[in-house]
């Protein structure tokens, strides 16, 4: 697709990544069934997840220009906090290390959490939690966020204050939110984006929340977005796009490339 001439002032460059691999995607993957069930209500991500983060990280790292990222928002969901911590966290925290970590201690535990070690502010932007960028609302506990209070304990240097409740008040049991729903609160979702001041923000999502925003722009985009396959079987996905707002309030994509680095097993 060619660019227009658009005032680089009025760009904005989105990454989108989806989190990495949770113990409800192995359970699921193995049975179905299993995406019912609440012993992966609000799952951590398995090792191999926080490997795909890592490996993403090193990605970014090793790039020939250096990704400057000014922000990072995040679904307020364990598996993609966890993500953006491994993505964007530079180094580990201790006792002797200035401020707050960005994420306390994991001791692990066989099945549910892997373990890992507290993580430092130290090089990485800011990370703000919002409710928008949630995982389709209902039914698989596997998307039920836990209370505000558990958040700020794990993860003290995101900002949360962007959620507005301590327990959740979106997800329920006995309803599952509709495409058209997903797609509308994709939408604004992303004109929210656009009314942020920082330039390059860096989402860590779902698989069908990015799939169904992205398909509120049909065919400006990647036909790797348009497909049901280009990211529900990847299970972290770096994306790049350069969105122009036009006069009817909504989004144009100018330009997205997508690399993906993963598939599931």
């Known amino acids: 697709m060619t660019l227009g001439a658009v005032p680089f002032r009025h760009t904005k460059v989105i990454h989108l990544i989806r989190h990495g691999q949770g113990f409800h995607n192995v359970a699921g993957h193995k049975d ?13 991500l398995t090792e ?8 993403l990280h090193r990605h970014i790292q090793n790039l020939p220009e250096q990704l400057q990222i000014d922000l990072v928002v995040s679904s307020p969901l364990t598996r993609t906090l966890e ?22 201690e994991q001791s692990g535990h066989q099945d549910r959490q892997a373990k890992r070690q507290a993580m430092s502010t130290a090089g990485c932007p800011p990370l703000i939690a919002h409710e928008l960028c949630r995982e389709h609302l209902g039914r698989h506990p596997c998307d039920k966020r836990q209370t505000l209070s558990h958040y700020k304990k794990q ?11 301590e327990e959740d008040e979106l997800w329920g049991p006995d309803f599952r939110e509709e495409k058209d729903q997903i797609k509308a609160r994709g939408l604004k979702f992303m004109q929210w984006l656009m009314t ?5 923000i860096a989402v860590v999502s779902h698989s069908s929340f990015l799939f169904f925003t992205m398909a509120n722009f049909g065919l400006h985009t990647s036909a790797l977005i348009q497909m049901p396959s280009g990211l529900t079987n990847v299970s972290t996905t770096a994306c790049q796009s350069s969105w122009q707002p036009s006069l009817d309030s909504s989004l144009r994509i100018g330009r997205l490339s997508q690399e993906n680095l993963w598939t599931q097993p």
């Open 32 to 44: 179905p069934t299993q995406y019912l069930s609440f012993d992966w209500e609000d799952a951590h």
């Open 48 to 55: 191999f997840g926080w490997q795909q983060a890592e490996a």
């Open 83 to 104: 993500t953006a911590t491994g993505v964007f966290a530079c180094q580990a925290w201790s006792d002797d290390s200035q401020g707050i970590p960005l994420m306390r």
């Open 155 to 165: 993860f003290p240097a995101v900002d949360f204050s962007l959620i507005e409740t």
């Open 196 to 200: 942020r001041p920082e330039q390059r």
